[in-house]
């Protein structure tokens, strides 16, 4: 019966998934990418840090390098708690400040210039984040502009098209400066970069073409986050990263993914993705995850629609002509 | 020009780069056929408003409203007879 599987979808074998993903770690390596080791960016979120895990089980603390990458918008706690589990697996790490970088390729003003746009009032010493709102509602997504003033007052306006565009170009630097630093050490060290999107990100397209979208090799990119957060728990890695609930860290103000990008909490979006992957009626994910049949008809609606719109940032370079031999 | 030739217009030009009419009917579903996806909604919104003197509030962003042109059509019409 659907509502009796939907009851245990996230069930995982913990330890015979570990040694499927590390074995394909090592065929990766050794038969297809040829390479000698694994970068792993780690954010101090639940992702890269049980990539991080899985690298280490596969290869070894001493072949894999860690590469915290922090900016101005970065929550203090994201370096700590990264440091933490690369200290737990015992893997070499560097910490580089990425401010720099962006600031000089403009991606702060060219951010705010567009916040201006839409509240003229935005400047030094406000905070600010952008809110997916409508699909839950029925309505087409878009996205309000969230400002808080030095006083703490907030305000919200819708963000129009080319000011929401900007934004994100914007902000999307940071995620592309990140991987141009991973394949540097990858590069140098003659490593394969590794990935951390999971199976919602991967499938919904929240990542940055060529940004934390890109890599050699993605470990959790089939896995749900539900079950990522176990597998945190197996690898027994720091507490204060388990019990972290999943933000951007990517704008000033805190900002929960559920916010950003999807229409519910992850473990909610975890069991809709599943349901909807397993043509489960709407009215059984319902009933799983406590909302109206009508609004798990419309996550579907979504899901689907975040399918369309993730097709250009999955896809290679096109080519216009047949070039195989 | 009717509402109908000026949105197909925008749409064969700007998303589907024909100017063959056949490849947009009246009651193709631009989302269904993959001809807009949402951030193209958002662009088709900002065309609306001003090529028709409207503004799309939040609760008229759905696809009752917006996903063809015949549906966009009446939508134009229904906000033109508000203001009228």
Request: aromatic share 8%; charged share 25%; proline share 4%.
């Amino acid at each position: 019966m659907a509502s009796e599987k939907i009851k245990n979808c996230m069930a995982l074998d913990l330890a015979a998934e570990t040694q499927r993903i590390t074995q394909s770690l090592r065929t990766a390596l050794a038969s297809h990418l040829h390479r000698r080791g694994l970068v792993i960016a780690m954010s101090g979120g639940i992702d890269s840090s049980v990539v991080a895990a899985l690298c280490v089980e596969a290869v070894g603390p001493q072949r894999v390098y860690g590469l915290m990458l922090p900016e101005t918008d970065s929550s203090s706690s994201s370096l700590d708690k990264a440091k933490a589990v690369a200290d737990k697996l015992g893997l070499k790490y560097e910490v580089q400040n990425i401010a720099p970088a962006l600031q000089a390729l403009g991606c702060y003003d060219r951010r705010d210039e567009a916040m201006r746009r839409v509240i003229p009032g935005y400047g030094k010493g406000w905070t600010s984040k952008i809110v997916i709102t409508g699909g839950l509602q029925g309505r087409y997504n878009h996205f309000d502009l969230v400002v808080r003033d030095p006083n703490g007052k907030e305000q919200r306006e819708r963000l129009p098209l080319q000011e929401y565009l900007q934004i994100v170009a914007a902000t999307n630097y940071k995620q592309r400066i990140r991987k141009s630093i991973e394949y540097f050490h990858a590069d140098r060290l003659n490593y394969a970069v590794a990935g951390t999107p999971n199976r919602l990100e991967y499938d919904q397209g929240f990542f940055v073409k060529n940004g934390d979208g890109a890599a050699d090799i993605k470990p959790i990119s089939h896995l749900y986050k539900t079950q990522v957060y176990a597998l945190a728990a197996h690898f027994d890695l720091p507490e204060k990263v388990r019990s972290a609930a999943p933000t951007t860290d990517t704008y000033s103000l805190p900002q929960g993914q559920d916010e950003f990008y999807f229409a519910l909490p992850y473990a909610q979006m975890d069991v809709a993705l599943w349901a909807h992957n397993h043509k489960i009626p709407a009215a059984d994910l319902a009933r799983q995850i406590g909302i109206t049949e009508e609004q798990a008809s419309r996550v579907y609606v979504d899901i689907e629609a975040k399918r369309r719109a993730a097709a250009y940032l999955h896809s290679p370079g096109l080519v216009v002509a047949d070039i195989t031999v | 020009m009717t509402a109908k030739d000026s949105v197909r217009k925008y749409i064969l030009e700007n998303f589907l780069f024909t100017d063959d009419t056949n490849a947009l009917r009246d009651d193709d579903s631009l989302l269904d056929k993959g001809i807009i996806d949402s951030t193209g909604v958002m662009e088709l919104i900002a065309f609306i408003e001003a090529e028709f003197h409207i503004k799309v509030t939040e609760s008229e962003m759905i696809p009752d409203n917006l996903d063809s042109v015949h549906h966009i059509a009446r939508f134009v019409a229904s906000k033109h007879l508000v203001k009228a």
